[in-house]
């Protein structure tokens, strides 16, 4: 197919009203019963059980009357029998070979406020444990979640004018401790996030004051020093510690006020390698659009053997683009555009299998965080099979016509190499797509 006539199909898509299924490879979509159209969490476990976490209304029908449920879903993406979870704004993640961990905030009447504290879950997708508190979270909210196949979970937590707090559960133990606090300027810090590494080391990332700053913990627990890798203003970051040990960070920086922005995005990213402190900061793409480009804006996810894919948000002089591209030891590939030339596309989420295999999961019809024009976001996927080089071309994930608001979320199974998708239509409501 040429690329002229892609482009035309992409146009009637993204304005066409919603009268079509998800187009093949992709599956007919499996819809959630009781959802809030929000970001959906999905996950698949090392083993090759996949999870969702929905918002759910507790008036519907046959609601467990908790702000969330977990649910198993199946191979062809239908959600299996849904378990209550007590938190909102909930995070999902695996850790070992068939478990996962839900973290989020509890309610305090029936909203999240200085009353409420972070509470965590964990169990199999078919069998979660009740909800606890971490000690000490009251008045803090969550940050981030991350596990690893050794066993090791890790919370990151904070509030707006003092802290991050990271706690870690070791694998054999059933308890989370408190391995870190960070101490963050009134008012002036931001975002934060954390991973794991598998051997058990811990990278945790935060803004504070237009700086972006790195701490890394060994195995053992030992905190190294803290490292100022970089600039950022209001950044959505990202970490990851790769299978040889390496440190990377990446994240969009780009100064917002109250949910708008004519300044430049930019998309970086900085790295250490195993026993060395970062190098500087690398500009990835400056996006000079004169909008607001939504979040994510990037994705940074370990590939294995020294390979880590980057996806963001970028801009081509006239229209937002997709692109991702392999870094390797640290060295970043050839960037791929992933979206057709003359149509408005941002990311949405980015998976990895095995072999190579991925899948980077995004919305046509989106001006930055706009709905473009006349435009209804669709959700497109491009996917990597193993061992491939590039990614194949835009694949059609939600039903034709929909306005998908918010931003989909992706996982690949690395037994199956199914790919799943979870988004949420403006009209409510969550969907899951699956990639044989």
Not at 60 to 86: F, K
Request: glycine content about 14%; hydrophobic content about 40%; aromatic content about 6%.
């Amino acid at each position: 197919m040429s690329r002229i006539a892609l482009l035309l199909i992409l146009i009637a898509l993204v304005v066409a009203p919603s009268t079509a299924l998800a187009a093949a490879p992709w599956s007919a979509p499996a819809t959630v019963p009781g959802a809030i159209g929000q970001t959906t969490p999905v996950v698949v476990t090392p083993s090759g059980t996949a999870a969702l976490l929905a918002g759910v209304s507790r008036n519907a029908p046959g609601s467990t009357q908790t702000p969330s449920e977990l649910m198993s879903l199946s191979p062809d993406g239908q959600p299996g029998t849904p378990q209550p979870v007590s938190v909102a704004a909930g995070q999902l993640a695996t850790y070992a070979k068939g478990r996962i961990v839900v973290a989020g905030s509890t309610l305090h009447d029936g909203t999240i406020d200085d009353h409420s504290h972070v509470a965590v879950a964990v169990g199999t997708p078919g069998q979660l444990g009740s909800a606890r508190g971490l000690t000490g979270s009251t008045g803090q909210n969550l940050f981030a979640v991350a596990g690893n196949v050794r066993g090791d979970v890790a919370v990151l937590t904070g509030n707006a004018n003092s802290v991050r707090t990271l706690y870690v559960r070791r694998s054999g133990s059933t308890v989370f401790r408190v391995a870190l606090k960070i101490p963050v300027s009134r008012d002036r810090a931001r975002g934060a996030t954390v991973a794991l590494g598998p051997k058990g080391d811990v990278l945790v990332v935060w803004e504070d004051n237009h700086v972006i700053f790195a701490r890394h913990l060994g195995p053992t627990g030992h905190a190294g020093a803290v490292h100022r890798i970089g600039d950022g203003v209001q950044s959505n970051l990202q970490a990851a510690i790769d299978d040889k040990g390496r440190l990377e960070v990446a994240w969009k920086t780009q100064r917002v006020t109250e949910g708008e922005s004519d300044a430049t995005a930019t998309i970086r990213f900085a790295t250490a390698a195993p026993g060395h402190g970062f190098g500087s900061q690398r500009t990835i793409e400056s996006v000079n659009a004169g909008r607001f480009v939504g979040s994510p804006g990037v994705r940074l996810v370990p590939e294995g053997n020294g390979r880590s894919l980057v996806a963001w948000t970028g801009f081509d002089g006239a229209h937002f683009v997709v692109r991702a591209a392999d870094f390797v030891n640290g060295r970043r590939g050839t960037p791929q555009v992933l979206s057709p030339t003359g149509v408005d596309a941002v990311l949405g989420d980015a998976a990895v299998g095995t072999a190579g295999a991925a899948t980077v999961a995004w919305r046509a019809g989106v001006l930055g965080a706009d709905p473009a024009p006349g435009a209804n976001p669709t959700v497109f996927a491009s996917h990597r099979g193993d061992g491939q080089a590039a990614f194949g071309g835009p694949e059609q994930v939600s039903t034709t016509g929909e306005n998908v608001a918010f931003s989909p979320f992706a996982a690949v199974d690395p037994v199956s190499g199914r790919s799943f998708i979870a988004y949420s239509p403006l009209s409510a409501g969550t969907e899951v797509s699956v990639r044989p």
